[in-house]
Protein backbone atom coordinates (compact mmCIF):
# COMPACT_ATOMS: atom_id res chain seq x y z
CA UNK A 1 0.00 0.00 0.00
CA UNK A 2 1.20 3.61 -0.54
CA UNK A 3 1.64 6.05 2.06
CA UNK A 4 -1.47 7.72 0.94
CA UNK A 5 -3.72 4.89 1.84
CA UNK A 6 -1.96 3.64 4.88
CA UNK A 7 -4.13 3.44 7.99
CA UNK A 8 -7.21 3.13 6.05
CA UNK A 9 -9.52 0.52 6.41
CA UNK A 10 -11.37 0.20 3.64
CA UNK A 11 -11.51 0.14 -0.24
CA UNK A 12 -13.58 3.70 -0.38
CA UNK A 13 -10.80 5.67 1.40
CA UNK A 14 -7.61 3.97 -0.19
CA UNK A 15 -6.84 5.95 -3.49
CA UNK A 16 -6.29 3.84 -6.11
CA UNK A 17 -2.70 2.68 -7.09
CA UNK A 18 -0.82 1.69 -10.10
CA UNK A 19 -1.18 -1.83 -9.93
CA UNK A 20 -5.50 -0.98 -9.79
CA UNK A 21 -5.00 0.63 -12.62
CA UNK A 22 -2.91 -1.94 -14.91
CA UNK A 23 -4.93 -4.35 -13.52
CA UNK A 24 -8.30 -2.45 -15.16
CA UNK A 25 -6.15 -2.25 -18.27
CA UNK A 26 -6.02 -6.08 -18.27
CA UNK A 27 -9.57 -6.26 -17.78
CA UNK A 28 -10.24 -3.51 -20.93
CA UNK A 29 -8.15 -5.63 -23.27
CA UNK A 30 -10.31 -8.68 -21.86
CA UNK A 31 -13.84 -6.75 -23.00
CA UNK A 32 -11.96 -6.06 -26.49
CA UNK A 33 -11.30 -9.86 -26.96
CA UNK A 34 -14.56 -10.58 -25.95
CA UNK A 35 -16.47 -8.07 -28.30
CA UNK A 36 -13.81 -9.79 -31.32
CA UNK A 37 -14.87 -13.16 -30.17
CA UNK A 38 -18.58 -12.63 -30.32
CA UNK A 39 -18.30 -10.85 -33.53
CA UNK A 40 -17.55 -13.52 -34.92
CA UNK A 41 -20.16 -15.82 -33.45
CA UNK A 42 -23.27 -16.98 -35.54
CA UNK A 43 -25.90 -14.97 -34.79
CA UNK A 44 -28.31 -18.00 -34.54
CA UNK A 45 -29.49 -19.51 -31.34
CA UNK A 46 -27.89 -22.91 -29.47
CA UNK A 47 -30.12 -25.03 -29.27
CA UNK A 48 -29.84 -26.60 -25.64
CA UNK A 49 -28.05 -24.35 -23.84
CA UNK A 50 -31.03 -23.57 -21.75
CA UNK A 51 -29.81 -25.85 -19.04
CA UNK A 52 -26.93 -23.55 -18.57
CA UNK A 53 -28.50 -20.82 -17.62
CA UNK A 54 -29.86 -22.18 -14.04
CA UNK A 55 -25.61 -22.45 -13.35
CA UNK A 56 -25.31 -18.72 -14.34
CA UNK A 57 -28.50 -17.34 -12.52
CA UNK A 58 -26.92 -19.08 -9.46
CA UNK A 59 -23.82 -17.47 -10.28
CA UNK A 60 -24.74 -14.48 -10.49
CA UNK A 61 -27.09 -14.51 -7.67
CA UNK A 62 -24.56 -16.10 -4.70
CA UNK A 63 -21.86 -12.78 -6.30
CA UNK A 64 -24.15 -10.28 -5.82
CA UNK A 65 -25.45 -11.44 -3.33
CA UNK A 66 -21.88 -11.60 -1.22
CA UNK A 67 -20.96 -8.17 -2.71
CA UNK A 68 -23.60 -6.69 -0.84
CA UNK A 69 -22.87 -8.48 2.41
CA UNK A 70 -19.31 -7.03 2.31
CA UNK A 71 -20.38 -3.96 0.78
CA UNK A 72 -22.91 -3.32 3.50
CA UNK A 73 -20.21 -4.08 6.23
CA UNK A 74 -17.93 -1.41 4.86
CA UNK A 75 -20.93 0.84 5.07
CA UNK A 76 -21.39 0.54 8.45
CA UNK A 77 -17.53 0.50 9.67
CA UNK A 78 -17.37 3.67 7.37
CA UNK A 79 -20.70 5.20 8.69
CA UNK A 80 -21.00 6.43 4.36
CA UNK A 81 -24.52 6.28 3.12
CA UNK A 82 -22.84 6.01 -0.73
CA UNK A 83 -21.84 2.79 0.24
CA UNK A 84 -25.25 2.02 1.51
CA UNK A 85 -26.86 2.93 -1.94
CA UNK A 86 -24.44 0.71 -4.22
CA UNK A 87 -24.74 -2.31 -1.89
CA UNK A 88 -28.89 -2.02 -2.45
CA UNK A 89 -27.79 -1.57 -6.30
CA UNK A 90 -26.19 -5.06 -5.80
CA UNK A 91 -29.14 -6.38 -3.60
CA UNK A 92 -31.69 -5.21 -6.48
CA UNK A 93 -29.69 -7.62 -8.84
CA UNK A 94 -29.20 -10.05 -6.94
CA UNK A 95 -32.51 -10.63 -6.27
CA UNK A 96 -33.91 -9.80 -9.78
CA UNK A 97 -31.90 -12.35 -10.52
CA UNK A 98 -34.63 -15.18 -9.39
CA UNK A 99 -37.58 -14.26 -11.04
CA UNK A 100 -35.48 -13.19 -14.24
CA UNK A 101 -34.13 -16.73 -14.58
CA UNK A 102 -37.53 -18.44 -13.51
CA UNK A 103 -39.55 -16.51 -16.05
CA UNK A 104 -36.71 -17.24 -19.15
CA UNK A 105 -38.44 -19.33 -21.63
CA UNK A 106 -37.21 -23.21 -21.45
CA UNK A 107 -34.76 -22.62 -18.58
CA UNK A 108 -37.44 -24.19 -15.79
CA UNK A 109 -40.52 -25.92 -18.04
CA UNK A 110 -41.90 -27.46 -14.89
CA UNK A 111 -41.90 -25.02 -12.29
CA UNK A 112 -40.91 -21.76 -14.14
CA UNK A 113 -43.31 -18.67 -13.96
CA UNK A 114 -45.95 -18.01 -16.11
CA UNK A 115 -44.43 -14.18 -17.19
CA UNK A 116 -45.79 -14.69 -20.45
CA UNK A 117 -43.47 -13.87 -23.15
CA UNK A 118 -42.81 -10.27 -22.08
CA UNK A 119 -41.94 -11.03 -18.60
CA UNK A 120 -38.38 -11.78 -18.84
CA UNK A 121 -37.52 -9.00 -20.96
CA UNK A 122 -39.50 -6.29 -18.85
CA UNK A 123 -36.82 -7.91 -15.60
CA UNK A 124 -33.64 -7.72 -17.65
CA UNK A 125 -34.61 -3.48 -18.76
CA UNK A 126 -35.47 -2.82 -15.37
CA UNK A 127 -32.37 -3.99 -13.99
CA UNK A 128 -30.38 -3.09 -16.96
CA UNK A 129 -31.45 0.57 -16.23
CA UNK A 130 -31.71 0.44 -12.20
CA UNK A 131 -27.79 -0.63 -11.34
CA UNK A 132 -26.42 2.20 -13.47
CA UNK A 133 -28.74 4.83 -11.31
CA UNK A 134 -27.19 3.12 -7.61
CA UNK A 135 -23.89 3.43 -9.22
CA UNK A 136 -24.67 7.38 -10.30
CA UNK A 137 -26.43 8.17 -6.78
CA UNK A 138 -22.90 6.57 -5.08
CA UNK A 139 -20.67 8.20 -7.29
CA UNK A 140 -22.45 11.76 -6.57
CA UNK A 141 -22.82 11.24 -2.81
CA UNK A 142 -19.62 9.30 -2.08
CA UNK A 143 -17.61 12.76 -1.07
CA UNK A 144 -19.66 13.51 1.63
CA UNK A 145 -19.40 13.47 5.48
CA UNK A 146 -19.25 9.86 7.06
CA UNK A 147 -23.43 9.77 9.35
CA UNK A 148 -22.84 9.33 12.63
CA UNK A 149 -26.21 7.87 13.24
CA UNK A 150 -29.03 5.91 10.91
CA UNK A 151 -26.77 4.26 8.71
CA UNK A 152 -27.76 0.62 10.41
CA UNK A 153 -31.37 1.55 9.40
CA UNK A 154 -30.19 2.52 6.29
CA UNK A 155 -29.13 -0.84 5.61
CA UNK A 156 -32.19 -2.41 7.19
CA UNK A 157 -34.89 -0.42 4.94
CA UNK A 158 -32.98 -1.42 1.75
CA UNK A 159 -33.33 -4.51 2.31
CA UNK A 160 -37.19 -4.39 2.99
CA UNK A 161 -37.68 -1.78 -0.11
CA UNK A 162 -35.37 -3.62 -2.55
CA UNK A 163 -37.15 -7.24 -1.31
CA UNK A 164 -40.67 -5.28 -1.88
CA UNK A 165 -39.88 -3.90 -5.38
CA UNK A 166 -38.53 -7.42 -6.44
CA UNK A 167 -41.86 -9.05 -5.09
CA UNK A 168 -43.92 -6.24 -6.34
CA UNK A 169 -42.10 -7.08 -9.97
CA UNK A 170 -43.03 -10.45 -9.70
CA UNK A 171 -46.43 -10.26 -9.04
CA UNK A 172 -47.01 -7.59 -11.85
CA UNK A 173 -45.46 -9.72 -14.32
CA UNK A 174 -46.90 -12.87 -13.79
CA UNK A 175 -50.53 -11.42 -13.22
CA UNK A 176 -50.63 -8.59 -15.48
CA UNK A 177 -48.73 -9.66 -18.12
CA UNK A 178 -51.08 -8.85 -20.99
CA UNK A 179 -50.29 -5.14 -19.65
CA UNK A 180 -46.55 -5.27 -20.17
CA UNK A 181 -44.40 -3.58 -22.89
CA UNK A 182 -43.81 -5.18 -25.88
CA UNK A 183 -39.67 -6.00 -25.60
CA UNK A 184 -39.68 -9.71 -27.17
CA UNK A 185 -41.39 -10.67 -30.64
CA UNK A 186 -40.69 -14.19 -30.09
CA UNK A 187 -38.92 -16.28 -27.41
CA UNK A 188 -35.78 -15.35 -29.07
CA UNK A 189 -35.17 -12.24 -31.12
CA UNK A 190 -36.24 -8.48 -29.74
CA UNK A 191 -38.82 -5.78 -30.82
CA UNK A 192 -37.98 -2.61 -31.90
CA UNK A 193 -39.09 -1.07 -28.31
CA UNK A 194 -36.31 -3.06 -26.81
CA UNK A 195 -33.81 -0.95 -29.07
CA UNK A 196 -34.74 2.06 -26.75
CA UNK A 197 -33.30 0.56 -23.80
CA UNK A 198 -29.86 0.00 -24.73
CA UNK A 199 -29.38 3.58 -25.43
CA UNK A 200 -30.57 4.56 -21.96
CA UNK A 201 -28.61 2.23 -20.14
CA UNK A 202 -25.84 3.40 -22.30
CA UNK A 203 -26.23 6.87 -21.59
CA UNK A 204 -26.53 6.13 -18.01
CA UNK A 205 -23.07 3.96 -17.87
CA UNK A 206 -21.35 6.65 -18.88
CA UNK A 207 -22.85 9.30 -16.30
CA UNK A 208 -21.44 6.97 -14.22
CA UNK A 209 -18.30 6.64 -15.33
CA UNK A 210 -18.09 10.51 -15.68
CA UNK A 211 -19.16 10.88 -12.02
CA UNK A 212 -16.97 8.16 -11.05
CA UNK A 213 -13.98 9.87 -12.74
CA UNK A 214 -14.20 13.35 -10.74
CA UNK A 215 -11.92 13.85 -8.29
CA UNK A 216 -9.65 11.91 -6.15
CA UNK A 217 -10.45 8.06 -6.47
CA UNK A 218 -10.36 5.00 -4.53
CA UNK A 219 -9.66 1.44 -5.38
CA UNK A 220 -13.32 1.10 -5.11
CA UNK A 221 -14.30 3.65 -7.56
CA UNK A 222 -11.34 2.38 -9.69
CA UNK A 223 -13.08 -1.18 -10.11
CA UNK A 224 -16.82 0.62 -10.06
CA UNK A 225 -15.49 1.87 -13.51
CA UNK A 226 -14.50 -1.39 -14.88
CA UNK A 227 -17.66 -2.91 -13.83
CA UNK A 228 -19.66 -0.37 -15.50
CA UNK A 229 -17.59 -0.28 -18.90
CA UNK A 230 -17.79 -4.50 -18.21
CA UNK A 231 -21.84 -4.19 -17.79
CA UNK A 232 -21.54 -1.65 -20.99
CA UNK A 233 -19.70 -4.25 -23.53
CA UNK A 234 -22.18 -6.82 -22.03
CA UNK A 235 -24.98 -4.85 -23.20
CA UNK A 236 -23.43 -4.03 -26.86
CA UNK A 237 -22.59 -7.75 -27.13
CA UNK A 238 -26.19 -8.74 -26.13
CA UNK A 239 -28.30 -5.54 -28.15
CA UNK A 240 -26.05 -4.68 -31.11
CA UNK A 241 -23.74 -7.31 -32.12
CA UNK A 242 -25.72 -10.39 -31.49
CA UNK A 243 -28.55 -9.15 -32.96
CA UNK A 244 -30.87 -9.42 -29.79
CA UNK A 245 -30.66 -13.19 -30.38
CA UNK A 246 -31.37 -14.83 -27.27
CA UNK A 247 -29.36 -17.80 -26.78
CA UNK A 248 -26.53 -16.97 -29.54
CA UNK A 249 -23.05 -17.38 -29.37
CA UNK A 250 -22.95 -13.72 -29.08
CA UNK A 251 -25.77 -13.29 -26.61
CA UNK A 252 -23.76 -16.31 -24.32
CA UNK A 253 -20.51 -13.81 -24.41
CA UNK A 254 -22.50 -11.06 -23.82
CA UNK A 255 -23.77 -13.06 -20.33
CA UNK A 256 -19.93 -14.30 -19.46
CA UNK A 257 -18.99 -10.41 -19.63
CA UNK A 258 -21.91 -10.13 -17.14
CA UNK A 259 -21.04 -12.43 -14.67
CA UNK A 260 -17.56 -10.70 -14.65
CA UNK A 261 -18.88 -7.64 -14.38
CA UNK A 262 -20.78 -9.28 -10.90
CA UNK A 263 -17.82 -10.76 -9.66
CA UNK A 264 -15.10 -8.04 -10.14
CA UNK A 265 -15.97 -6.02 -6.89
CA UNK A 266 -17.02 -9.25 -5.21
CA UNK A 267 -12.70 -10.45 -5.98
CA UNK A 268 -11.34 -7.01 -5.27
CA UNK A 269 -13.72 -6.58 -1.86
CA UNK A 270 -12.35 -10.50 -0.84
CA UNK A 271 -9.00 -9.69 -2.37
CA UNK A 272 -8.62 -6.74 0.15
CA UNK A 273 -10.08 -7.58 2.90
CA UNK A 274 -7.80 -10.87 3.68
CA UNK A 275 -5.07 -8.36 2.58
CA UNK A 276 -6.30 -6.40 5.16
CA UNK A 277 -6.20 -9.55 7.45
CA UNK A 278 -3.04 -9.83 6.85
CA UNK A 279 -1.48 -6.73 7.57
CA UNK A 280 -2.83 -6.90 11.00
CA UNK A 281 -1.82 -10.12 11.60
CA UNK A 282 1.61 -9.17 10.11
CA UNK A 283 0.92 -6.03 12.68
CA UNK A 284 0.20 -7.44 15.99
CA UNK A 285 2.96 -10.26 15.33
CA UNK A 286 5.44 -7.15 15.23
CA UNK A 287 4.06 -5.39 18.17
CA UNK A 288 4.24 -8.67 20.11
CA UNK A 289 7.71 -9.46 19.23
CA UNK A 290 8.71 -5.74 20.04
CA UNK A 291 7.02 -5.92 23.61
CA UNK A 292 8.84 -9.27 23.99
CA UNK A 293 12.00 -7.49 22.78
CA UNK A 294 11.42 -4.50 24.97
CA UNK A 295 11.26 -7.16 28.05
CA UNK A 296 14.08 -8.41 26.98
CA UNK A 297 15.99 -5.57 26.97
CA UNK A 298 14.76 -4.48 30.49
CA UNK A 299 15.26 -7.21 31.84
CA UNK A 300 19.04 -6.75 30.29
CA UNK A 301 19.12 -3.44 31.66
CA UNK A 302 17.98 -4.22 34.75
CA UNK A 303 20.57 -6.98 35.24
CA UNK A 304 23.30 -4.97 33.36
CA UNK A 305 22.57 -2.02 36.09
CA UNK A 306 22.88 -4.42 38.92
CA UNK A 307 26.04 -5.90 37.16
CA UNK A 308 27.81 -2.65 37.21
CA UNK A 309 26.79 -1.00 40.55
CA UNK A 310 27.62 -4.63 41.96
CA UNK A 311 31.14 -4.50 41.41
CA UNK A 312 31.91 -1.35 42.99
CA UNK A 313 29.77 -1.58 46.16
CA UNK A 314 31.49 -4.51 46.88
CA UNK A 315 34.62 -3.18 46.44
CA UNK A 316 33.12 -0.62 48.95
CA UNK A 317 32.31 -2.30 51.30
CA UNK A 318 35.53 -4.71 51.42
CA UNK A 319 37.60 -1.99 51.58
CA UNK A 320 35.69 -0.65 54.43
CA UNK A 321 36.10 -4.06 56.52
CA UNK A 322 39.78 -3.61 55.86
CA UNK A 323 39.68 0.48 57.20
CA UNK A 324 37.74 -1.36 60.46
CA UNK A 325 40.44 -3.99 60.99
CA UNK A 326 43.38 -1.81 60.48
CA UNK A 327 41.68 0.69 63.11
CA UNK A 328 41.02 -2.01 65.75
CA UNK A 329 44.37 -3.05 65.61
CA UNK A 330 46.37 -2.44 69.43
CA UNK A 331 48.57 -0.19 67.53
CA UNK A 332 46.08 1.36 64.55
CA UNK A 333 47.59 1.29 61.42
CA UNK A 334 46.25 4.54 59.80
CA UNK A 335 48.75 4.23 56.56
CA UNK A 336 46.54 1.19 55.71
CA UNK A 337 43.21 2.31 56.95
CA UNK A 338 43.66 5.53 54.56
CA UNK A 339 44.41 3.50 51.83
CA UNK A 340 41.41 1.46 52.26
CA UNK A 341 39.33 4.60 52.59
CA UNK A 342 40.71 6.28 49.39
CA UNK A 343 39.83 3.09 47.19
CA UNK A 344 36.29 3.33 49.22
CA UNK A 345 36.12 7.05 48.12
CA UNK A 346 37.78 6.08 44.10
CA UNK A 347 34.92 3.31 43.97
CA UNK A 348 32.12 5.78 45.36
CA UNK A 349 33.17 8.48 42.40
CA UNK A 350 32.94 5.15 40.31
CA UNK A 351 29.47 4.56 41.09
CA UNK A 352 28.78 7.99 40.62
CA UNK A 353 30.48 8.20 37.41
CA UNK A 354 28.22 4.64 36.63
CA UNK A 355 24.91 6.36 37.12
CA UNK A 356 25.66 9.45 35.63
CA UNK A 357 26.55 7.33 32.37
CA UNK A 358 22.99 5.10 32.82
CA UNK A 359 20.76 7.84 33.04
CA UNK A 360 22.59 9.51 29.95
CA UNK A 361 22.32 6.32 28.61
CA UNK A 362 18.13 6.08 29.02
CA UNK A 363 18.10 9.78 27.85
CA UNK A 364 19.71 8.66 24.84
CA UNK A 365 21.85 11.41 25.47
CA UNK A 366 25.27 9.50 25.06
CA UNK A 367 28.60 11.24 26.83
CA UNK A 368 30.92 12.90 23.90
CA UNK A 369 33.85 10.33 23.03
CA UNK A 370 37.13 12.30 23.93
CA UNK A 371 40.12 11.15 22.51
CA UNK A 372 41.62 7.92 25.09
CA UNK A 373 44.60 6.37 25.86
CA UNK A 374 43.61 2.59 26.91
CA UNK A 375 46.91 2.24 27.76
CA UNK A 376 46.49 4.71 30.85
CA UNK A 377 42.90 3.05 31.47
CA UNK A 378 44.62 -0.66 31.55
CA UNK A 379 46.47 0.93 34.08
CA UNK A 380 44.35 2.27 36.56
CA UNK A 381 41.95 -0.69 36.52
CA UNK A 382 44.92 -3.41 36.95
CA UNK A 383 45.83 -1.21 39.82
CA UNK A 384 42.81 -1.70 41.20
CA UNK A 385 42.73 -5.22 40.95
CA UNK A 386 46.52 -5.78 41.80
CA UNK A 387 45.70 -6.87 45.13
CA UNK A 388 42.73 -9.29 44.34
CA UNK A 389 44.86 -11.09 41.99
CA UNK A 390 47.92 -11.39 44.73
CA UNK A 391 45.60 -12.78 47.15
CA UNK A 392 43.79 -15.09 44.85
CA UNK A 393 47.12 -16.77 43.60
CA UNK A 394 47.39 -15.42 39.83
CA UNK A 395 50.03 -12.98 38.25
CA UNK A 396 48.71 -9.97 36.30
CA UNK A 397 50.85 -9.39 33.14
CA UNK A 398 50.47 -5.77 31.57
CA UNK A 399 52.64 -5.47 28.08
CA UNK A 400 50.93 -2.82 26.55
CA UNK A 401 52.31 -1.45 23.21
CA UNK A 402 51.63 1.68 20.73
CA UNK A 403 47.63 1.42 20.78
CA UNK A 404 46.77 4.59 19.68
CA UNK A 405 44.07 7.09 20.76
CA UNK A 406 41.09 6.15 20.50
CA UNK A 407 37.22 8.02 20.42
CA UNK A 408 35.37 6.42 23.64
CA UNK A 409 34.71 7.06 27.06
CA UNK A 410 36.59 6.89 29.76
CA UNK A 411 34.17 5.08 32.35
CA UNK A 412 33.10 3.05 29.26
CA UNK A 413 36.29 1.67 29.03
CA UNK A 414 37.31 1.13 32.34
CA UNK A 415 33.99 -1.00 32.84
CA UNK A 416 34.92 -3.42 29.79
CA UNK A 417 38.82 -3.79 30.82
CA UNK A 418 37.45 -4.51 34.48
CA UNK A 419 35.27 -6.65 33.27
CA UNK A 420 37.47 -8.41 31.44
CA UNK A 421 40.05 -8.59 34.05
CA UNK A 422 37.36 -9.69 36.40
CA UNK A 423 36.43 -12.74 34.38
CA UNK A 424 40.10 -13.93 33.35
CA UNK A 425 40.96 -13.64 37.31
CA UNK A 426 37.90 -15.76 37.82
CA UNK A 427 39.01 -18.31 35.21
CA UNK A 428 42.34 -18.88 36.46
CA UNK A 429 41.65 -18.96 40.06
CA UNK A 430 39.18 -21.45 39.30
CA UNK A 431 41.55 -23.67 37.21
CA UNK A 432 44.05 -23.70 40.60
CA UNK A 433 47.60 -24.69 40.60
CA UNK A 434 50.76 -22.59 40.63
CA UNK A 435 51.66 -20.31 37.51
CA UNK A 436 48.01 -19.16 37.04
CA UNK A 437 47.92 -15.55 35.34
CA UNK A 438 46.04 -13.00 32.99
CA UNK A 439 47.85 -11.12 31.12
CA UNK A 440 46.30 -7.82 29.25
CA UNK A 441 48.32 -6.81 25.53
CA UNK A 442 47.99 -4.03 23.54
CA UNK A 443 49.16 -2.86 20.15
CA UNK A 444 48.57 -1.01 17.12
CA UNK A 445 47.38 -3.71 14.39
CA UNK A 446 47.94 -3.47 10.37
CA UNK A 447 44.52 -1.44 9.93
CA UNK A 448 46.11 1.20 12.60
CA UNK A 449 43.14 0.09 15.16
CA UNK A 450 43.98 -0.40 18.82
CA UNK A 451 44.27 -3.80 19.47
CA UNK A 452 43.35 -5.22 23.22
CA UNK A 453 43.37 -8.79 24.45
CA UNK A 454 42.76 -10.07 27.82
CA UNK A 455 44.41 -13.86 27.86
CA UNK A 456 44.14 -15.93 30.99
CA UNK A 457 44.94 -19.49 31.99
CA UNK A 458 41.61 -21.02 32.97
CA UNK A 459 39.82 -23.87 31.85
CA UNK A 460 38.86 -22.22 28.62
CA UNK A 461 35.00 -22.61 27.11
CA UNK A 462 32.84 -24.96 25.42
CA UNK A 463 32.58 -24.25 21.75
CA UNK A 464 28.81 -24.38 21.94
CA UNK A 465 28.79 -21.56 24.88
CA UNK A 466 31.61 -19.46 23.42
CA UNK A 467 29.40 -19.09 20.16
CA UNK A 468 26.73 -17.15 22.60
CA UNK A 469 29.43 -15.78 25.11
CA UNK A 470 28.62 -12.36 24.19
CA UNK A 471 24.66 -13.03 24.43
CA UNK A 472 22.83 -11.92 27.20
CA UNK A 473 22.54 -14.12 30.54
CA UNK A 474 25.09 -16.72 29.00
CA UNK A 475 27.91 -17.56 31.64
CA UNK A 476 30.30 -20.31 32.16
CA UNK A 477 30.20 -18.86 36.38
CA UNK A 478 28.22 -20.70 38.86
CA UNK A 479 25.83 -17.78 40.41
CA UNK A 480 26.97 -15.39 37.44
CA UNK A 481 24.61 -12.92 36.18
CA UNK A 482 25.78 -13.27 32.09
CA UNK A 483 25.38 -9.98 31.79
CA UNK A 484 29.39 -8.57 31.64
CA UNK A 485 30.33 -9.95 28.52
CA UNK A 486 27.00 -8.62 26.82
CA UNK A 487 27.55 -5.03 28.56
CA UNK A 488 31.44 -5.26 26.90
CA UNK A 489 30.47 -6.29 23.03
CA UNK A 490 27.37 -3.27 23.44
CA UNK A 491 30.10 -0.73 24.59
CA UNK A 492 32.87 -1.92 22.21
CA UNK A 493 30.68 -1.99 19.00
CA UNK A 494 28.70 1.34 19.95
CA UNK A 495 32.59 3.39 19.90
CA UNK A 496 32.79 1.31 16.13
CA UNK A 497 34.90 -1.58 17.11
CA UNK A 498 34.46 -5.41 17.33
CA UNK A 499 35.19 -8.12 19.99
CA UNK A 500 35.41 -11.73 19.85
CA UNK A 501 36.64 -14.99 22.23
CA UNK A 502 39.06 -17.37 21.16
CA UNK A 503 40.75 -20.55 22.64
CA UNK A 504 44.66 -20.49 23.59
CA UNK A 505 46.70 -23.11 23.52
CA UNK A 506 47.52 -25.23 25.46
CA UNK A 507 44.23 -23.85 27.48
CA UNK A 508 42.80 -20.91 28.23
CA UNK A 509 40.64 -17.97 26.58
CA UNK A 510 41.58 -14.91 24.97
CA UNK A 511 38.90 -12.55 25.24
CA UNK A 512 40.14 -9.34 21.98
CA UNK A 513 38.41 -6.69 20.59
CA UNK A 514 39.69 -3.70 18.20
CA UNK A 515 38.91 0.08 18.28
CA UNK A 516 39.37 2.31 15.51
CA UNK A 517 41.86 5.27 16.48
CA UNK A 518 40.40 8.88 17.19
CA UNK A 519 40.11 10.58 14.07
CA UNK A 520 42.16 13.69 15.15
CA UNK A 521 45.45 11.34 16.14
CA UNK A 522 44.75 8.75 13.72
CA UNK A 523 48.31 8.67 12.56
CA UNK A 524 49.55 9.65 16.03
CA UNK A 525 51.72 6.64 18.66
CA UNK A 526 50.30 6.56 21.78
CA UNK A 527 52.76 6.12 25.05
CA UNK A 528 54.49 2.73 25.45
CA UNK A 529 54.57 0.70 28.40
CA UNK A 530 56.29 -2.16 27.83
CA UNK A 531 56.84 -4.51 30.22
CA UNK A 532 55.35 -6.99 32.91
CA UNK A 533 53.52 -6.23 36.12
CA UNK A 534 54.37 -9.35 38.28
CA UNK A 535 51.84 -8.71 40.73
Excluded at 68 to 94: P, Q
Amino acid sequence: MDDAGRGSISLISVPSRPADRRLAAVVGTGLAVALAVSLAMPPAALEGSEALLPAYAAALFINELITFTLLSAIALVERSRAVVILATGYLFGSLATIPWVLSFPGAFPLIGLDAGLQGTAVIAATTRIGFPCFVLAYALLRRRPPAPHGVERAVVIAVVLVAVLVAFLTALIVDAKTELPSLMRDTRNVTVLWHVVPPMALALYGAAIAALWRGPRSILDCWLMVVVATLAAELVILSYVSGGVRLSGGWWTGRICGLISASIVLFVLISSTTALYARLARTLLDERQTRANRLIEMRALTAAIAHEVNQPLAGIVTNADAALRWLRRGAPDLGEAEAALQRIARDGHRTSRLVHDIRALIRSDMAEHAPLDLNDVILAVAAARRDEARRRGVTLGLYLGDAPMVGAGRLQMEIVIDNLLTNGLDAAAAQGGPQQSVTVTTRRNKAGDADVSVTDSGPGIDAAVRARIFDPFVTTKPGGMGMGLMICRSIVETSGGQIAAEDVTPRGTSIRFTLPPAPATAHDGAATHDGADAG
